[in-house]
């Protein structure tokens, strides 16, 4: 969990000409990732680890609670997680069904369809996203009925990802939703979206306050933010190799 180890997995992908050229060659990667690979270094950097681009313009007694090289994923790693976010003949990606209430909630692999609230969505034999309604002021009358009891008594949970807008930062919204979180014991992890929106400067400003929130507040939160875009797929292939691992399919 040391700092250090993420900055090795990073070398190792950035300073070994070799690794790339084998994982670009190797069979089971897939043709989108494979392309990913043939970037410029600073490119391929800036896609797969986007926090390093700001942690540049931090001072060095700056960087001590900056935890952005907790999880270390090598390079095989990323490919294999990416594999599995991959569609194919023998890996589908299915809609499954949708829930309202947790005994709404499919007994999978043979799901009944629902009124669309709780979007449930198998990726291939690994594992089942779960894309839930928000919460705040648009969340449907339904909500404690429908997500938080799903949270509390869905036993093969893995994770809990918030999902947080880097441009205005944490809101009252956010506020409730990582105090349900900590309340039901969640282990969760806050992804910062839009990140594309966002200059380096406003950036690395709103990452620094929700670091220190992360910090000081939770107590199940893990302590690595996951900044992404939709838009430029930055940080994407990282959320989605911590998605395959702590699901146990990097095992």
Same mark, same amino acid.
């Given at each position: 969990?040391?700092?250090?180890?993420?900055?090795?997995?990073?070398?190792?992908?950035?300073?070994?000409?070799?690794?790339?050229?084998?994982?670009?060659?190797?069979?089971?990667?897939?043709?989108?990732?494979?392309?990913?690979?043939?970037?410029?270094?600073?490119?391929?950097?800036?896609?797969?680890?986007?926090?390093?681009?700001?942690?540049?313009?931090?001072?060095?007694?700056?960087?001590?609670?900056?935890?952005?090289?907790?999880?270390?994923?090598?390079?095989?790693?990323?490919?294999?997680?990416?594999?599995?976010?991959?569609?194919?003949?023998?890996?589908?990606?299915?809609?499954?069904?949708?829930?309202?209430?947790?005994?709404?909630?499919?007994?999978?692999?043979?799901?009944?369809?629902?009124?669309?609230?709780?979007?449930?969505?198998?990726?291939?034999?690994?594992?089942?996203?779960?894309?839930?309604?928000?919460?705040?002021?648009?969340?449907?009358?339904?909500?404690?009925?429908?997500?938080?009891?799903?949270?509390?008594?869905?036993?093969?949970?893995?994770?809990?990802?918030? +999902?947080?807008?880097? !441009?205005?930062? &944490? *809101? $009252?919204?956010? %506020?409730?939703?990582?105090?349900? /979180?900590?309340?039901?014991?969640?282990?969760?992890?806050?992804?910062?979206?839009?990140?594309?929106?966002?200059?380096?400067?406003? +950036?690395?400003?709103? !990452?620094?306050? &929700? *670091? $220190?929130?992360? %910090?000081?507040?939770?107590?199940? /939160?893990?302590?690595?933010?996951?900044?992404?875009?939709?838009?430029?797929?930055?940080?994407?292939?990282?959320?989605?190799?911590?998605?395959?691992?702590?699901?146990?399919?990097?095992?």
């Amino acid at each position: 969990m040391a700092a250090p180890g993420l900055r090795l997995g990073a070398e190792r992908l950035f300073e070994m000409p070799a690794v790339l050229e084998r994982l670009s060659r190797y069979n089971s990667t897939s043709q989108a990732f494979a392309e990913v690979l043939r970037l410029p270094k600073q490119q391929l950097r800036k896609l797969l680890y986007p926090l390093q681009e700001v942690e540049r313009f931090l001072a060095p007694d700056g960087r001590q609670d900056f935890h952005l090289r907790i999880f270390d994923p090598s390079p095989e790693d990323i490919a294999r997680a990416d594999n599995i976010f991959t569609a194919t003949e023998r890996n589908r990606i299915d809609y499954v069904s949708s829930a309202v209430r947790i005994d709404h909630a499919p007994d999978l692999p043979r799901p009944e369809g629902h009124t669309k609230k709780m979007n449930f969505f198998k990726v291939g034999k690994h594992f089942t996203v779960v894309d839930m309604p928000g919460y705040g002021f648009r969340a449907p009358e339904d909500f404690v009925d429908m997500v938080e009891t799903y949270l509390k008594e869905r036993r093969n949970l893995k994770r809990t990802f918030l +999902l947080v807008d880097s !441009v205005v930062g &944490i *809101q $009252k919204t956010d %506020n409730t939703a990582i105090e349900m /979180c900590e309340e039901f014991a969640l282990p969760y992890v806050i992804v910062l979206t839009k990140i594309d929106k966002s200059s380096k400067g406003h +950036l690395l400003k709103q !990452v620094l306050q &929700i *670091q $220190k929130f992360v %910090n000081m507040k939770t107590q199940g /939160c893990f302590p690595q933010l996951f900044p992404v875009s939709a838009v430029t797929f930055s940080g994407i292939h990282l959320l989605r190799c911590f998605i395959a691992s702590v699901t146990g399919n990097l095992d």
